[in-house]
């Protein structure tokens, strides 16, 4: 279980990483780049798929082809955290070494979508005021930390617990009906 969880959740975390550098040395050499969400919870789901393939890789080969709910999320669970734990070490790396002007082009980025959203003066200045506190809040270590797992375990925690309910099987019927089929 554990080769399975390190295997499937850096697997999961190589990607979400990848991802992450890409995107945010994009940001800080074009803060005018358009965003998508969109394709940034995509990139997450397909990342954190990895760990739907690790709960059913452990079950099919080296379970007998049984899992139990409780089992299969547990198992989901840290392969989610280890993916989330690659992610919030390589951002701090990253954040600290090669791009410590994120901030200031996430907030160029902010207020110039803002500006195409044709929001007002004063909404763009609450705006401004908003991206100064993230700055500030971002000198502190420990606040990176929380905020960057904020930012994916969450989604990979719903993803571990989905696959647990899709690929939990009990012992007995379940596992026989499938291999005679």
Not at 56 to 67: A, L, M
Not at 89 to 108: A, K
């Amino acid at each position: 279980m554990k080769k399975n969880i390190l295997i499937f959740g850096s697997l999961s975390g190589l990607i979400i990483t990848s991802n992450m550098v890409y995107w945010s040395t994009v940001c800080t050499t074009n803060p005018e780049f358009e965003s998508n969400d969109t394709i940034g919870y995509a990139g997450m789901i397909i990342a954190f798929s990895f760990i739907f393939f690790g709960i059913k890789n452990y079950r099919d080969k080296q379970n007998e082809g049984v899992i139990t709910f409780g089992q299969a999320f547990k198992m989901g669970f840290f392969m989610a955290l280890v993916a989330s734990t690659m992610y919030v070490g390589v951002w701090l790396i990253h954040y600290n070494f090669f791009v410590p002007e994120f901030i200031d082009s996430y907030s160029q980025h902010v207020v110039y979508e803002g500006k195409l959203k044709g929001l007002t003066e004063g909404e763009l200045e609450q705006k401004v005021q908003e991206m100064a506190k993230l700055k500030e809040m971002y000198k502190n270590p420990l606040f990176i930390i929380l905020i960057s797992y904020g930012e994916v375990l969450p989604i990979a925690t719903i993803i571990a617990l989905i696959s647990a309910l899709i690929l939990k099987r009990k012992p007995g019927l379940d596992a026989a009906a499938e291999k005679t089929s």
